[in-house]
């Protein structure tokens, strides 16, 4: 096989309780990447449409991981890429994670598949990493493995999927705003108090339970955050009104994916998402804020080839 094209999702990362830890992947939405072997050595990117992001191979996540993957290979090949790029950079959705997950899965298929699924998220944090300049694998794991994911951060990056109850959707709005990751993570307190800590723990166990139970009373009452929202709302319009609307009209939840600006809302049930998600459309419309707005299972697949 000489050529691929694969489908990198986007992703919400930090879930409410879950910071760094806690991701899923968004339903039809993400970078798509053509994949070609070439006479030269290393990746190089060959073109990039859609939303701008650099071509140098030493700027880009795509080239950044796929290099890593072959030097971990000892491998003296050559591969270009061509990035049809459908994330804007800085929506706080998984953009720089999807072309780096996009390009490892891409190269390991055309190699044969040398390395496991699991082991291809090293290699698209030196992409990651690149970006934000911080190393959470949330929005990875998330755009490769699918669905909703806990990541330990610590022990060479082991994911475990989590099962999500039938009918739990989320709503993902993007105001049109770029926040930068470096940025809004210096807002971040660098110590917490213990009273936050043990909030946050119990926090994430209560969510935890609630999908393996289908408990969506207790999934409410955990779907809070207690480290992060409170400083990075303030660079998001409109947040505040839209997480008391949202709430008074029967959603799980309302927070911030990644460092934002993007917000996310759990809801149970198709229908009240579309409602929701009608909620949040007026506020942004009658403050004039331009939007883009998703609708996903939690249940979305992650990267894979696109068959012709």
Known sequence: MQQIKIFSPASVSNVCCGFDVLGFSIEGIGDELIISKSKFSGVKIKKVNGYDVPTDELKNTASIAGNALLDYLEIDLGFEIEIHKKIKPGSGIGSSASSAVGSVFGINKLLGEPMKLDDLIQFAMKGEFF????????????ALHGGLILVNNHEGFKVTKLPVPENLYAIVHHPLIEIKTSDSRNVLPEKISLDIASNQLASIGGFIHSLHTDDFNLMKASLKDFLVEEYRSNFIPCFKDIKTATLENGALCCSISGSGPSIFTLVNGYTKSVKIKSIIDKIYDKKQIEFNSYTTSLNAR???????
């Open 302 to 308: 992650g990267v894979h080839e696109i068959q012709n």
């Open 131 to 142: 970006s934000s300049k911080s190393a959470p694998a949330d929005n990875v794991a998330s």
